[in-house]
């Protein structure tokens, strides 16, 4: 197992009091994996110190207000693809195959293509399996480490780390069509609201559309992406 990368999912996951007691080990593991510049090892620092000894309910209220009431920090790789449309439960179909391809059985209630999720399989891979994975989202971590940034989180460091890891450099133009979405206020319940009242997620193909960001995504996988079921799942 890369312990690098099992680290980064675990502190990109809900904080929670075994978490905290984690960190210490966590911490040893970032700072000592040398694929890391220095300079990105001691920007994980702060989250680091963060995560160990703050109240974990601002922790809490921290995590929710980042990444689960905005849109554009979402850790749903796919959100930033296709948002809420049909290519995306496609695209969630062909990596749920790829996982049980892999052996991969995550127990948890968040969707496949939840960043952490993503980073604990990859932590099973081969790393060069894991950099053209990784790269393949580079533009995609780019625009979530720049808005974590602006925000002045100290969550940035990890999509700067991912990014060091991929030994890729992001598309700056893909980067700034990401980046043209406009932010809502977190604490903006109405309005927030409303950009969440789309269509579901339907995990069944669209006869109409292909996903080409996702073959992009998956294609150098080892196992080839099977077709989705002819039938939506409930």
Same mark, same amino acid.
């Given at each position: 197992?890369?312990?690098?990368?099992?680290?980064?999912?675990?502190?990109?996951?809900?904080?929670?009091?075994?978490?905290?007691?984690?960190?210490?080990?966590?911490?040893?593991?970032? %700072?000592?994996?040398?694929?890391? !510049?220095?300079?990105?090892?001691?920007? #994980?620092?702060? =989250?680091?110190?963060? *995560? +160990?000894? $703050?109240?974990?309910?601002?922790?809490?209220e921290?995590?929710?207000?980042?990444?689960?009431?905005?849109?554009?920090?979402?850790?749903?790789?796919?959100?930033?693809?296709?948002?809420e449309?049909?290519?995306?439960?496609?695209?969630?179909?062909?990596?749920?195959?790829?996982?049980?391809? %892999?052996?991969?059985?995550?127990? !948890?209630?968040?969707?496949?293509?939840? #960043?952490?999720? =993503?980073?604990?399989f *990859? +932590?099973? $891979?081969?790393?060069?399996?894991?950099?053209?994975?990784?790269?393949?989202?580079?533009?995609?971590?780019?625009?979530?480490?720049?808005?974590?940034?602006?925000?002045?989180?100290?969550?940035?460091?990890?999509?700067?780390?991912?990014?060091?890891?991929?030994?890729?450099?992001?598309?700056? %133009?893909?980067?700034?069509?990401?980046?043209?979405?406009?932010?809502?206020?977190?604490?903006? =319940?109405?309005?927030?609201?409303?950009?969440?009242?789309?269509?579901?997620?339907?995990?069944?193909?669209?006869?109409?559309?292909?996903?080409?960001?996702?073959?992009?995504?998956?294609?150098?996988m080892?196992?080839?992406?099977?077709?989705?079921?002819?039938q939506?799942?409930?």
């Open positions: 197992m890369d312990r690098t990368l099992k680290a980064l999912s675990l502190v990109l996951s809900y904080p929670t009091r075994e978490l905290q007691h984690a960190m210490p080990e966590i911490g040893g593991v970032l %700072a000592s994996d040398t694929r890391l !510049t220095a300079a990105a090892r001691r920007a #994980l620092r702060p =989250l680091v110190g963060e *995560l +160990s000894g $703050r109240d974990i309910y601002d922790l809490q921290t995590y929710v207000g980042l990444f689960d009431r905005s849109r554009t920090l979402s850790l749903n790789l796919f959100e930033h693809v296709h948002g449309s049909r290519d995306r439960g496609g695209a969630m179909v062909s990596l749920v195959e790829m996982y049980r391809d %892999a052996g991969f059985d995550p127990v !948890t209630s968040e969707l496949p293509d939840h #960043l952490p999720m =993503l980073l604990e *990859l +932590s099973t $891979r081969p790393f060069t399996e894991v950099q053209e994975t990784l790269a393949d989202a580079a533009h995609i971590l780019e625009a979530l480490n720049a808005r974590l940034d602006r925000r002045e989180s100290p969550y940035g460091a990890v999509f700067a780390a991912l990014l060091q890891l991929s030994g890729a450099k992001a598309d700056k %133009a893909a980067v700034a069509e990401l980046l043209e979405e406009p932010e809502l206020d977190p604490n903006d =319940l109405e309005a927030l609201d409303k950009v969440w009242e789309e269509s579901e997620v339907r995990f069944g193909p669209d006869p109409n559309a292909g996903c080409p960001q996702v073959r992009d995504m998956l294609a150098r080892d196992k080839p992406i099977t077709p989705a079921p002819q939506a799942a409930e």
